[in-house]
């Protein structure tokens, strides 16, 4: 129920093909849906669900490191992802767009498909990231 509706779409930019405003926009309801998460809501439901959350990623291999660290570095991520204002280059490889800047392409896959949301649904989702770090009173590192 959170895959974007429609299809990914390239548009005719100067240089080649970019994304498509419209492929941003097929992120619109998720983003718009994690940005009114009311973070006090979520700081009770995870001091409920906090337990079970860290038996389980004890149980997935992690024995010694706090599910707390663990989340607050995920959010991180998000909230430090690269945001890429304009147009974003891309390169048809038969079918398969990849970008066209080498460092956006090699970036890991969480940041790239941050930026296959667009800068306004980033945002919104860097935001409730940071919020909930804080929120939370996550540690550090």
Not at 115 to 138: D, F, H, I, S, Y
Request: glycine share 8%; no cysteine; hydrophobic share 50%.
């Amino acid at each position: 129920f959170l895959a974007p509706a429609g299809r990914f779409e390239a548009a005719p930019g100067a240089a080649g093909p970019t994304i498509a405003p419209g492929s941003y926009a097929r992120y619109d309801a998720f983003a718009d849906a994690v940005a009114s998460v009311d973070e006090q809501a979520a700081v009770a439901a995870y001091r409920v669900a906090r337990p079970a959350l860290q038996t389980a990623y004890r149980m997935l291999g992690y024995p010694g490191i706090a599910f707390d660290r663990a989340l607050g570095k995920a959010l991180r991520r998000i909230a430090n992802a690269p945001v890429k204002e304009g147009e974003v280059a891309l390169v048809d490889q038969s079918g398969v767009f990849t970008y066209a800047d080498p460092k956006l392409e090699a970036l890991p896959a969480v940041e790239k498909h941050l930026l296959r949301m667009g800068p306004r649904n980033e945002r919104l989702v860097q935001a409730k990231a940071r919020a909930l770090v804080t929120a939370l009173g996550l540690p550090e590192k």
